[in-house]
């Protein structure tokens, strides 16, 4: 069984990740689509399984907002090369938009409890 403190950390950085997303609305990342896509990936498995985020570190609302902003990440890659070649490109597609308005949700809700500590399991 995962710690709570590693769900904390794990927390901090879909908070982290929800930012990135948000700042490439427009602009592609400096590392590129294909990093983005894979750091997400890394905190946050496509398809999301219910009750993969629970409480007390994630409340149900933000878990089922992951989960939308997961849905809309696999839209959005099922809409792309297995390789993304044209960054630009990509961000013009209507599921990009679909990421980013689920993301800034999502980040919105996140930053309500806001990021927890690293070092030590909150009292939740």
């Given at each position: 069984?995962t710690?709570?403190l590693?769900?904390?950390?794990?927390?901090?950085r879909?908070?982290?990740?929800l930012?990135?997303?948000?700042?490439?609305?427009s602009?592609?990342?400096?590392?590129?689509?294909?990093?983005?896509?894979n750091?997400?990936?890394?905190?946050?498995?496509?398809?999301?399984m219910?009750?993969?985020?629970?409480?007390?570190?994630?409340?149900?609302?933000?878990?089922?907002?992951?989960?939308?902003?997961?849905?809309?990440?696999?839209?959005f890659?099922?809409?792309?090369?297995?390789?993304?070649?044209?960054?630009?490109?990509?961000?013009?597609?209507?599921?990009?938009?679909?990421?980013?308005v689920?993301?800034?949700?999502?980040?919105?809700?996140?930053?309500?409890?806001?990021?927890?500590?690293?070092?030590f399991?909150?009292?939740?």
């Open positions: 069984m710690s709570q590693v769900y904390q950390r794990i927390r901090n879909i908070i982290e990740m930012e990135w997303i948000v700042e490439c609305e602009t592609p990342p400096e590392l590129g689509m294909n990093e983005l896509v750091a997400w990936e890394d905190w946050v498995p496509i398809p999301l219910e009750h993969h985020f629970n409480g007390p570190v994630f409340t149900e609302e933000e878990e089922n907002l992951i989960r939308e902003v997961s849905f809309q990440m696999n839209a890659c099922d809409k792309t090369p297995k390789i993304i070649r044209d960054d630009i490109a990509s961000i013009r597609l209507p599921e990009w938009s679909k990421v980013i689920a993301s800034k949700l999502t980040h919105v809700v996140m930053l309500q409890r806001g990021r927890m500590p690293e070092d399991e909150l009292p939740l």
